[in-house]
Structure formats: structure tokens, C-alpha cells
């Protein structure tokens, strides 16, 4: 996955590029005050598998400037619609990074 910092456009972001080996979910997670991403997400978008480019995600509210935010991604495990973190797990573990960082400008 790539992302970058960006301008929200509104109450949604931009994810320039995913690869997802199954079908699965892009999930977005507001910073804690440390930084660090926050269990529950603000937004997540669907998605087959394969590669997808420029991938907007609503969130449930337009972040600040200067907001960090993180993407994960997640295999849709139990073919359930909706994202579920219990059941979805990350898609990478151990291999590649789990998540990526960027900052709302």
C-alpha cells in the first residue's frame, strides 16, 4: 500500500495504491496522542483482490490538519459484509508492514 500525505478532500482520503492478495477491506485509523493508531476504525473501503489505484475512503468525519491517520489492510475472512476487526485480520503479519502513516495537511 502507499499513501501520502494529503489535503482531505471533505471527509474523505485518498489511498494512491493497494494490492490485496484476496478480497478484503482498507481500513483508516485516527492517531492516538501518542501517535499510534487507534483499534477502531473512521473509515474502510472494500475492495477485490488485485491492485487498485487512487482509492477514496469516506471517514466518519472530515479530519484536522495536521492529523496523523494510518491505513491497514485486511482479508475478508468471514465473507460477512462490513469490515470486522475481530474476524478481518491484517493481510501482511510479520512480512511487510502492517500499517502505513500519513499526515492530513
Known amino acids: 500500500m502507499t499513501v501520502f500525505d494529503q489535503a482531505a478532500a471533505g471527509n474523505a482520503i485518498k489511498v494512491h495504491y493497494v494490492n490485496l ?5 482498507v481500513a483508516v ?4 496522542g501518542n501517535g499510534k493508531p487507534i483499534a477502531a476504525p473512521v ?4 475492495l477485490a483482490a488485485g491492485d487498485h ?3 477514496k ?6 479530519p484536522k ?3 496523523r ?3 491497514s489492510l485486511h482479508q475478508d475472512s468471514d465473507n460477512k459484509p462490513g469490515f470486522d476487526p ?17 499526515t492530513v495537511r
Open 21 to 25: 492478495p484476496a478480497k478484503g477491506y
Open 29 to 32: 485509523h485516527a492517531a492516538d
Open 43 to 46: 473509515g474502510t473501503a472494500e
Open 53 to 55: 489505484r487512487d482509492v
Open 57 to 62: 475512503i469516506t471517514l466518519k468525519e472530515a
Open 65 to 67: 490538519p495536521g492529523q
Open 69 to 71: 491517520m494510518w491505513i
Open 86 to 102: 475481530a474476524v478481518d485480520k491484517a493481510v501482511w503479519g510479520q512480512a511487510l508492514p502492517e500499517e502505513n502513516a500519513f
